[in-house]
T-cell receptor, first 115, second 115 residues
Framework: AQTVTQSQPEMSVQEAETVTLSCTYD???????LFWYKQPPSRQMILVIR??????QNATENRFSVNFQKAAKSFSLKISDSQLGDAAMYFC????????????FGKGTHLIIQP | DTAVSQTPKYLVTQMGNDKSIKCEQN?????MYWYKQDSKKFLKIMFS???????INETVPNRFSPKSPDKAHLNLHINSLELGDSAVYFC??????????????FGSGTRLTVV
């Protein structure tokens, strides 16, 4: 089974600064998808950004961008110009196909924004 | 108009009881899922349901049973509740089972507390 590892249980950043959340994964597949989800205190799971493994170009969504290193099996999330509303749990997730595995999540990183 | 809605949002019940959590999606998606988020925030898939095909994660006790009256609904029924069942349960949906182009859309979760 695939595994997703988020090595930073908690990160803290000053408002307006940039922060990078790390994620590595283990797979033998060549074609897969990677996602970052945000879970604020409201508990809602919100899709932040997605990346297809066959695309070399890193995905970007406004202040959010990823650094996808396929050979290293690394998928980090960079948040630029951090805002108070970015405070949340961030989950990295992997998907290679249907079946019992579905979306496989990492254990999450709690992001704190310091005003 | 909520895309994936779960009811109830909170559920407190005694050990041994049987309870159900309802989930409905209005996105026209083909596949629905149940995830369990434990006290450490770890998300793990329990079931996926696509065109009447149920895929069960082998670690889920058979006290848990999904019931789908139609494509837009996937309810979770739990028999003989145990203390360890306390968690947040998320319903989710995706356009297709095998190629989640847009990731999963999650409901807002049901916090189940077994006392």
């Amino acid at each position: 089974a695939q595994t997703v590892t988020q090595s930073q249980p908690e990160m803290s950043v000053q408002e307006a600064e940039t922060v990078t959340l790390s994620c590595t994964y283990d797979t033998s597949e060549s074609d897969y998808y990677l996602f970052w989800y945000k879970q604020p205190p409201s508990r809602q799971m919100i899709l932040v950004i997605r990346q297809e493994a066959y695309k070399q170009q890193n995905a970007t969504e406004n202040r959010f961008s990823v650094n996808f290193q396929k050979a290293a099996k690394s998928f980090s999330l960079k948040i630029s110009d951090s805002q108070l509303g970015d405070a949340a749990m961030y989950f990295c997730a992997y998907y290679s196909g249907g079946g019992a595995d579905g979306l496989t999540f990492g254990k999450g990183t709690h992001l704190i924004i310091q005003p | 108009d909520t895309a994936v809605s779960q009811t109830p949002k909170y559920l407190v019940t005694q050990m041994g009881n049987d309870k159900s959590i309802k989930c409905e999606q209005n996105l026209g998606h083909d596949t629905m899922y149940w995830y369990k988020q434990d006290s450490k925030k770890f998300l793990k898939i329990m079931f996926s349901y696509n065109n009447k095909e149920l895929i069960i994660n082998e670690t889920v006790p058979n006290r848990f049973s999904p019931k789908s009256p139609d494509k837009a609904h996937l309810n979770l029924h739990i028999n003989s509740l145990e203390l360890g069942d306390s968690a947040v349960y998320f319903c989710a949906s995706s356009q297709e089972l095998w190629v989640p182009n847009y990731g999963y859309t999650f409901g807002s979760g049901t916090r189940l507390t077994v006392v």
